[in-house]
């Protein structure tokens, strides 16, 4: 994959149980926030249920749109954990039903213990795939053209995660900073719609927030250029210093 | 739309700041939960960012797909609500820039205040929608054919779903049960795949846990058939006391 300024992924997250409202996700915003750190922009999350069709279909159409697909969830012991299949399906090669590192890796974790032919199922991997270790209980994820295939439990994730961001290629960090509004989202679109005019190379956004110690909005200015953010930033405070409309810092971004 | 026994739904979270990781969704949850509640199948959750190509685009793939779509995000005041345009560019129709119930709703919220520009940009309306109303703020949701457009503040959301739920045809409701076992999701997948293939009408779901208290796995068992649950469950239940495998209910279901 060559060098770009921009590098983009999708997510996609594997779950009946979140689906059905009896999960509430906890990966995605984790992800979310590793992909930002090193400038990968993510870009699409979708989630569906544990189905071959709709899993394959659905890694299909983002692996063409973005630079990385990551998945996670399916790759369990149990029948309902089909996303191995889905993604030998999708790229339309054929599994390695037990990968050697793979079984290796699980009885290093496991020591002295039998691998019965449920938790060998674990280590079926598409052919063609590199290896994600998972400390935490051997099975390992894996990687496969542009597609990451990670586990869904939430532990296991944040370890592969923290391998899976050292082999993509990373893009220019987004910077942002964000300023606390004292005014109705309504009161301060004006302004914003000027601004945003004025710095286009800024991502304006703005977010009310209804609290029971208030409300107002939050404004995030977001850019590759630090710089940039600064004079908009400025720009955004002299506004608001004109009109008289208290604010504060939200955090300091980087 | 026809009555039949499964009605499908997908979500479209739009949101740029879910995306970059700042914010936790809040909604795909209580959504999925309120559509549950009343047999309306979440089949498909996309986020994408506030543009129109990426909202129009999914809205147009996913209305084809599902009997309904809802949508959250982006009717707000400021320039970065995008949602309107998009919606309107999806179904080919103009906007209608005040529109008057729209208008009337946002006056009886806030009496006697003038409403500026920025505001009247949330009673754009694409025509042919009907309004959902929003006690909160006033500035409505709308339907337009099978496509639910929401706010994506989660108050706001709430109530605008409320009446939302009243409005969708409903499905079978499907009932579930779920039974926490002692053993981890290897030691049990063997069991449960036999069990899926005695009761192909329940879906049985298998998700481990691993908690502070201990590790292990929750089967969740689904079906619009409360008696097939009971008989899937029972059949569980004794397989596990056969093996010695303690286990408790989990949560009643319904």
């Known amino acids: 994959m060559t060098k770009h ?38 870009s699409e999350v979708r989630i569906v249920p544990d189905g071959i069709a709709e899993i394959a279909g659905a890694v299909n159409s983002l692996r063409q749109q973005f630079d990385y697909v990551l998945t996670t969830g399916g790759i369990g012991p149990t029948h309902d954990d089909v996303t191995t299949d889905a993604i030998a399906t999708a790229f339309d090669t054929p599994i390695i039903e037990e990968h050697p ?48 295939v990670m586990a869904g439990v939430p532990q296991i994730m944040r370890t592969m995660m923290k391998s899976v961001v050292r082999r993509l290629d990373t893009g220019k960090r987004i910077a942002s900073r964000s300023i606390r509004v004292d005014a109705i989202e309504g009161d301060v679109a004006l302004a914003l719609a000027g601004l945003q005019a004025e710095h286009p190379d800024v991502k304006i956004g703005s977010y009310p927030y209804f609290e029971p110690s208030g409300y107002g909005t939050y404004v995030v200015l977001r850019s590759t250029d630090a710089d940039l953010i600064e004079n908009a930033a400025e720009a955004l405070c002299s506004l608001l210093d004109n009109h008289g409309t208290p604010y504060a810092e939200a955090d300091a971004g980087s």
């Open 101 to 148: 590192h793979a079984l290796q890796a699980m009885r290093e974790c496991f020591p002295g213990e039998e691998l019965g032919p449920s938790l060998r199922r674990m280590a079926r991997v598409p052919e063609g795939a590199e290896l994600v270790p998972n400390p935490i209980s051997g099975a390992p994820g894996y990687m496969i053209g542009n597609v990451v």
């Open 5 to 42: 300024d921009t590098i983009t992924a999708a997510l996609l997250v594997i779950g009946e149980e979140i689906l059905s409202g009896r999960t509430q996700d906890e990966n995605i915003s984790y992800i979310a926030g590793s992909l930002d750190r090193i400038g990968v922009v993510l």
